[in-house]
């Protein structure tokens, strides 16, 4: 039950329409457009990161719907946990299949891109760099 309602809080207050992933991708098609020199892999590794977003997009926006449930649930103080539980449980099923899908995204990404223009796309983290600015992070939720 806690876990329920610590996530129907994350969703309502924290999420935005604007995920910290979608800043990435922009980062990336940019950095993919100055390094990558062949206008056929060039093309066909902006088109993967298209999908990334629209992925993210689609993604966002079903986050956005389920938060809407769970704020009428929330507000009511006669709802039971199973019905916090039945709202959450898509949500973190499609967790799962949005993680798969960007990552197959990302090995199709890889296979279109060198070995040299992979590294000036994804430079390795400065030493001494956080990890992440993302902000709170939920167990098992895709931020």
């Known amino acids: 039950m806690l876990i329920a309602l610590f996530t129907a809080m994350y969703l309502m207050y924290w999420s935005s329409g604007s995920s910290p992933l ?5 980062q990336t098609e940019k950095l993919i457009k100055a390094n990558v020199a062949d206008d056929a892999r060039r093309e066909q590794a902006v088109q993967i990161v298209g999908r ?5 997009k689609a ?8 938060a809407k449930s769970l704020a009428g649930l929330v507000q009511s103080r006669a709802t039971q946990p199973a019905a916090l539980e039945a709202t959450l449980d898509p949500l973190l099923a499609d967790d799962d299949a949005t993680r798969e ?3 197959d995204l990302r090995f199709q990404l890889k296979s279109v891109l060198t070995a040299k223009e992979w590294a000036a796309v994804f430079p390795p ?3 001494g760099a956080q990890k ?3 902000g709170p992070r939920i167990e098992g939720h895709l931020c």
Do not use: G, T
């Open 52 to 56: 990334m977003k629209d992925v993210i």
């Open 132 to 134: 992440s600015a993302a």
């Open 59 to 66: 993604y966002n926006s079903r986050n956005a719907n389920v």
């Open 125 to 127: 983290p400065k030493a």
């Open 22 to 26: 979608m800043a990435n991708l922009e």
């Open 101 to 103: 899908q960007l990552v």
